[in-house]
Nanobody, 122 residues
Framework: QVQLVESGGGLVQAGGSLRLSCAAS????????MGWFRQAPGEEREFVAA????????RHADSVKGRFTISRDNAKDTMYLQMNSLKPEDTAVYYC???????????????WGQGTQVTVSS
């Protein structure tokens, strides 16, 4: 079992930046691929970014590529999402996810956090 707790959400103006954090506990953090999903009001959850257990591989959704960067610190059991040049359409609840498989992390990850709200005002 893996427990995930997100933090760092909030209200920011368009063009601003936020950094989300996801603290993991339970099973060995470094053995899991990690990622982020988001869900806007009235919309389905969508994949945002993923990173392999070592941090050597990562991928970002086209909608955030060049603006968001995923990273992890295995020594701190923590994953991050640096979000720059934020747009109103980035407004959503952001969820941290974990899965033993990097190939599955952006499909049906096993573990989910409770989510953190990000609101971008125009």
């Amino acid at each position: 079992q893996v427990q995930l707790v997100e933090s760092g959400g909030g209200l920011v103006q368009a063009g601003g930046s936020l950094r989300l954090s996801c603290a993991a506990s339970g099973r060995t953090f470094s053995s899991y691929a990690m990622g982020w999903f988001r869900q806007a009001p009235g919309e389905e959850r969508e994949f945002v970014a993923a990173i392999s257990w070592s941090g050597g591989n990562s991928r970002h959704a086209d909608s955030v590529k060049g603006r968001f960067t995923i990273s992890r610190d295995n020594a701190k059991d923590t994953m991050y999402l640096q979000m720059n040049s934020l747009k109103p359409e980035d407004t959503a609840v952001y969820y941290c996810v974990a899965d033993p498989s990097y190939s599955n992390i952006r499909r049906t990850p096993d573990y989910w956090g409770q989510g953190t709200q990000v609101t971008v005002s125009s």
